[in-house]
């Protein structure tokens, strides 16, 4: 027989028992659309930690202060301000520094006219924006003078404008914090959401001694909530982590037995580990999804066992009136590869139109890519050939004589 009359042959049988098939093929639509939504929730959240992460900026180190010591008891008295202004300054002489930014920042009240809306203020130096590689979408950055002057000019991120100010040009306004008035000098590019989370675009940045002064007081005048720095390009990170160390240890008078009150944050390590994680999550998701596409191969397997039963008799008279073992090979093959390829086109489909539901609803991105759908597909078509090879085996096996005895 040629592949087209075991083709057709094949065909037939599915259509006279449709219920079977219908049911048969649900099974690898379910596996099929399974690995096409969480592999596209997987590369939907990959993007976005990948974005998170380069909206932090390249080259980055993050210095935290810690309690003051003596050996490992906390010093009465002491709390977290260990890092200075005067720190700042100093790491900006290390020949693998490019800028260092001291902030200190504080979640707070904003109000503009009878709008009224929280977020993260921040006191920064002129140097922040660059060294966070935050480009402006409208207006001026702080500068040198607003620091020295104490100036009350604020910058604002995406989210703030949109909230507070909707249609209207947020440039000039004025907005209260603390029930302080400030200008708004210039509106932030959007920034997106950071690694831990955190809307970055609800922000509102005021220069340093400004928030010292009206915002964020403290007993402490030079203290800072962290140091954020900026290596050169292409400098060796473990070196200059190491030499930030070295400097900070010698500027806080620390003896060799003493453990450093701060510590070093590389944000390029920590955006590896994210990425490394998502893509395992990734990874994962598809495996699971992957169990219901062997369990589908399975049941096609078990209900072509019961068809090979079934059509014991009709495999006997083929096989007695000429036709070959591989025809009937053949046609059980096909049946079987019909089957999940019929499954694995309609699962891609409603895999599809699910992962555009999941991200329309609940607003997770979603990305549904050639390579999953390839994947999928063929998958399906060898989980056919898999799952077939050993009923279609069998029923090419039989010897008509046993198979016309059987009634």
């Excluded at 900070?248 to 390590?269: A, G, I, M, P, Y």
């Excluded at 008799?313 to 073992?325: D, S, Y």
């Excluded at 090419?396 to 016309?404: F, G, H, I, R, T």
Aim: hydrophobic residues 45%; charged residues 20%.
């Amino acid at each position: 027989m040629s592949f087209y009359s075991c083709f057709f042959e094949a065909c037939n049988s599915l259509r006279y028992n449709f219920l079977r098939t219908f049911l048969t093929i649900l099974g690898v639509v379910i596996g099929v659309m399974a690995v096409i939504v969480m592999l596209a929730v997987g590369k939907g959240v990959q993007s976005e930690v990948n974005d998170s992460i380069s909206s932090i900026g390249s080259d980055l180190l993050v210095v935290f202060p810690g309690f003051q010591t003596s050996g490992r008891v906390k010093r009465a008295g002491t709390s977290k301000v260990t890092l200075t202004v005067q720190d700042a300054e100093a790491l900006s002489d290390i020949s693998s520094v490019d800028r260092v930014s001291s902030v200190i920042a504080r979640t707070m009240q904003i109000q503009f006219r009878d709008a009224n809306w929280s977020s993260r203020v921040t006191g920064v130096t002129p140097t922040y924006h660059y060294v966070r590689e935050w480009k402006l979408h409208a207006g001026d950055y702080l500068s040198d003078q607003d620091v020295r002057s104490r100036n009350r000019v604020a910058l604002i991120g995406n989210t703030v404008a949109m909230e507070l100010f909707g249609d209207l040009n947020a440039l000039d306004k004025v907005i209260r914090i603390k029930n302080i008035p400030f200008r708004i000098i210039g509106i932030l590019e959007k920034k997106g959401t950071s690694i831990t989370g955190r809307d970055q675009d609800n922000s509102i940045f005021v220069p340093l001694n400004t928030a010292r002064q009206f915002l964020i007081r403290s007993k402490f005048p030079s203290s800072v909530s962290y140091l954020i720095i900026k290596l050169e390009n292409g400098e060796n990170q473990k070196q200059a982590e190491s030499d930030i160390k070295s400097l900070l240890r010698k500027r806080h008078n620390l003896k060799d037995t003493e453990k450093s009150d701060f510590s070093v944050s590389n944000l390029t390590d920590i955006a590896s580990t994210a990425a490394t994680a998502t893509q395992a999550m990734t990874v994962l998701l598809a495996a699971i999804a992957g169990v219901s596409l062997i369990v589908g191969g399975i049941g096609i397997m078990n209900i072509m066992l019961v068809g090979v039963t079934e059509r014991t008799r009709e495999i006997g008279v083929r096989l007695a009136i000429g036709a070959k073992q591989s025809d009937i090979l053949r046609q059980f093959l096909i049946e079987a590869v019909i089957i999940c390829v019929s499954g694995g086109l309609l699962g891609i489909v409603l895999g599809m139109s699910f992962s555009w539901i999941i991200s329309y609803f609940s607003g997770i991105t979603v990305e549904v890519t050639i390579v999953s759908i390839l994947v999928a597909f063929f998958i399906s078509a060898g989980i056919g050939i898999f799952f077939g090879w050993y009923p279609a085996k069998r029923a090419s096996q039989m010897q008509p004589v046993d198979a016309l005895r059987i009634e």
